[in-house]
């Protein structure tokens, strides 16, 4: 079949929107339609060039929400018109990683997803005969795609697309990081680097789960207002102090938060969020991610003195059990998301999202189909 899709032929150049052959599902996958995209910054990192694992020509895009409009042989856990969210961390439910209780990481397909291509090591996208790669094993900026079962979850069809498509990589993110992953607890202190997609979740899920000061950082003087709206009750812009924003973060909480975040991927700013942490027990956990080559880099004495480094991917979710309750949450009202749509286009305009984000003058765009 055809579908429309924004095409990354070439890292830091803009997508082209074309008509792509696409090649449908086979044993256990899964033809989607996919109603709405978020565009979000591993998008723009990926297409500037800066993923070790970035492989071009590819549709990149791993933010969406969609409808199942064919099963492949074996399908067993979706239906014909079911409306899913795709998962760049699928949950297989087999492997050594679901099986341990202990982490999100399914490992059934991470490596052919990392190498642009379908689990059987084919990819099912073409142009006028040429290999298009598939993304993070979702690649949602193409209006149909074929995604594994494992990698779908299954969510209340109240649930409006051009929001819940949010909740494909965003919104987990960032209130999973808080509630999972970092367990952050009634009263405690926390640090939030970083005022985008990501970091305003992370806010948002401190506010749910009743911490104390909710601490915003962010260069961008115009993310004061942001964070407030979702429970930031202090803002600390780093190039407005006379000390070093480390000092200043220890002294306003007095000394140290119980939990920082990185949602910059600047490795600079996750030093400061490691130091900005309470001796003793404070920890800080890293959701940004960096350029490749790079490297964070701190004093052992700020681990030896109990500070905690930590990370995060889609908040520590397990996406097929965790992501319909995250979709109900937003539903019943317990987060918000609509406010943080601040941009919602077609398709032939999804360049113009990366520019907003690049400008700082977004939070989330949304293409819709
Ligand atoms: P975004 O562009 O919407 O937001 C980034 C924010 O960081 C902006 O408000 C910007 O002003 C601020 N910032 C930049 N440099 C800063 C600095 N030196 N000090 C303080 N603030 C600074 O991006 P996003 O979509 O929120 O993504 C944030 C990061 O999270 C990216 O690195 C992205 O790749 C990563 N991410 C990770 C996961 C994961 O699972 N670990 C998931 C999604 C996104
Ligand atoms: N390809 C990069 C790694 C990028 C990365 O860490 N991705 C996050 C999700 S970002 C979503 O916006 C993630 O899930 N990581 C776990 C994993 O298995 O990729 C690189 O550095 O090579
Ligand atoms: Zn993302």
Redesign the pocket.
């Known amino acids: 079949m055809k579908t429309r899709a924004a095409v990354a032929f070439e890292a830091k150049q803009p997508l082209e929107i074309v008509e792509l052959d696409l090649e449908g599902p086979k044993e256990g996958e899964v033809l989607v339609e996919i109603m709405a995209t978020g565009i ?3 998008d ?2 990926t297409l500037d060039g800066l993923d070790s694992e970035g492989i071009f020509p590819a549709v990149l895009g791993h933010e969406g929400a969609g409808i199942v409009r064919e099963l492949g042989p074996g399908v067993t856990s979706v239906a014909l018109d079911d409306h899913v969210i795709p998962l760049y ?1 699928p949950e297989c439910r087999q492997c050594k990683s679901c099986l341990s209780g202990k982490t999100n990481l399914c490992t059934s397909i991470r490596a052919t997803q990392g190498k642009g291509v379908m689990p059987d090591g084919t990819s099912r996208f073409s142009y006028k005969g040429q290999k298009i790669y598939h993304y993070m094993g979702c690649s949602t900026f193409s209006n149909f795609v074929v995604m594994p079962e494992i990698a779908l979850a299954k969510i209340r069809k109240d649930a409006p697309f051009d929001k819940a498509c949010y909740i494909g ?2 919104v987990t ?2 209130v999973g ?1 808080v509630t999972k992953t970092a367990n952050v607890q009634v009263g405690d202190n926390v640090v939030v ?9 992370v806010i948002q899920g401190a506010r749910m789960v009743g911490a104390d000061k909710i601490i915003g ?4 003087p115009t ?1 004061e207002a ?1 964070g407030r709206k979702f429970g930031m009750t202090d803002f600390v812009n ?1 190039t407005q102090l006379s000390t070093s ?1 480390v000092e200043h973060l220890v002294a306003l909480t007095d000394g140290g938060a119980d939990f920082s975040f ?5 490795v ?2 996750m030093r ?1 969020a490691l130091e900005c942490c309470h001796r003793g027990w404070g920890t800080s956990v ?5 350029e490749a080559g790079k490297e964070i880099a701190t004093r052992p004495f700020q681990l030896v003195t109990g500070r905690n480094w930590r ?5 520590g979710a397990k996406g097929r059990t965790d992501v319909p309750k995250i979709v109900d949450w937003y539903v019943d009202g317990k987060i918000e998301i609509d406010p943080m749509i601040t941009h919602t286009m077609g398709l032939e305009d999804i360049n113009k999202a990366f520019d907003l ?2 400008a ?1 003058e ?3 765009s949304v293409v819709v189909f």
Do not use: E, Q
Request: aromatic share 8%; glycine share 22%; proline share 2%.
């Open positions: 979000c910054h591993t723009a990192y961390t990589c965003g993110t960032g990081a680097f970083g005022l985008g997609g990501i970091g305003l979740n950082v962010d260069i961008n993310k942001w780093p924003v990185d949602c910059t991927g600047n600079n700013v400061d890293v959701i940004g991610v960096a990370g995060s991917a889609f908040g984000m690049h700082g977004s939070i989330r």
